[in-house]
């Protein structure tokens, strides 16, 4: 089999076409329906979703709340670092993202606020409280690198799906940001189930992949939970329909063949399934997303359920019609 080079899945993009605030109301985004099997393309409104989905299916959401794992930090020398708190390694000790690295070597000494922190190694800080009251005392939202603003108010609201329950995501699954208590209240009235799972955004989503050979690069565990209810009813209903890569990648890693049959087993756990073109879906039907960067895993995955081309002739038909991308930008069902 040919290897899948990642530069097939590249595109350029206009700066201006990355969306900096979210949508004035959350339904007001502009939706894409992309069907696999006519090729066709529809633009509609995010609110127009109601009747767009079967009333038969059930629909899938990741109820991961995000938490404020960006800090702030001061170096001993006076120089300014950043910190993205990935995992907890234990109390007070945690996994993290430095910006910059430069310098941030072995026993190197931080502050933020009236806390200190060592530097353990390049990716391992310890502080001199627990990494939990660090975060809720001098934590920011951690918007995304391309949002290029310091988070505001309104952000702690909006970067954060209304039905986010759990904390633990460093992410939003964003293609849940545009739903709204209401519009669920519709999709249920209609007849549509709804089940919770949860998956928390770790750096697994968004590492970039270095190699040339899609194939050759690894996916960071994270943590996933599918409850027996929850399974009843992605089993019990069709078609599933997921909202977000990550509602994807929980329901496919639970996937297994039972009496000749595909159904979702309940499980607590990690993953590192990486879904790209070839992959064959065993549970997803229908997919709710966003706009993905380019030579990323979310953009592979998409790939994958809708195939290569016409993802792209979708992606060149959103530039052309000015559609907003990445994180607060529009959304897009595959059908």
């Given at each position: ?18 969306a ?7 339904t ?123 988070p ?45 799972i ?40 069709k ?30 756990g ?27 895993t ?7 359920f ?28 595959i059908?």
């Open positions: 089999m040919t290897s899948i080079n990642i530069e097939d899945y590249d595109y350029e993009l206009p700066r201006e076409l990355i900096q605030y979210p949508a004035t109301k959350r007001e985004s502009r939706l894409m329906v992309v069907n696999r099997q006519t090729g066709t393309i529809l633009h509609k409104k995010f609110a127009d979703i109601v009747e767009l989905l079967p009333s038969h299916g059930v629909l899938v959401l990741n109820e991961t709340k995000v938490i404020p794992a960006r800090l702030l930090c001061r170096k001993d020398t006076g120089g300014k670092v950043e910190l993205l708190v990935v995992r907890k390694v234990d109390t007070h000790t945690a996994d993290v993202l430095m910006k910059p690295k430069r310098g941030m070597n072995k026993g190197r000494k931080l502050t933020i606020g009236d806390i200190t922190a060592e530097v353990i190694d390049r990716q391992t800080v310890r502080f001199s409280v627990p990494v939990d009251d660090v975060i809720q005392s001098y934590g920011q939202i951690p918007l995304p690198p391309y949002i290029k603003r310091a505001n108010e309104h952000d702690y609201e909006r970067y954060q799906t209304v039905y986010a329950r759990v904390p633990g995501s460093i992410a939003a699954p964003t293609a849940g940001l545009h739903f709204t208590k209401e519009l669920l209240q519709k999709i249920e009235q209609k007849g549509i189930k709804i089940a919770k949860l998956l928390h955004v770790g750096i697994g989503t968004f590492t970039p992949i270095r190699t040339r050979e899609v194939e050759k690069h690894r996916m960071h565990e994270e943590y996933f939970e599918i409850s027996p209810s929850a399974a009843n009813l992605i089993n019990t209903y078609p599933v329909i997921a909202v977000g890569t990550t509602t994807v990648r929980a329901l496919e890693s639970a996937a297994k063949k039972v009496a000749n049959k595909w159904i979702v087993i309940p499980q607590k990690y993953t590192d399934l990486f879904i790209y073109p070839g992959y064959n879906f065993k549970i997803v039907d229908m997919l709710v997303t966003n706009f993905h960067l380019p030579r990323t979310l953009l592979l995955l998409v790939s994958a809708a195939g290569r081309d016409l993802i792209m002739k979708a992606y060149n038909e959103a530039i052309k019609t000015r559609y907003r991308f990445y994180s607060y930008g529009d959304a897009m069902l059908v």
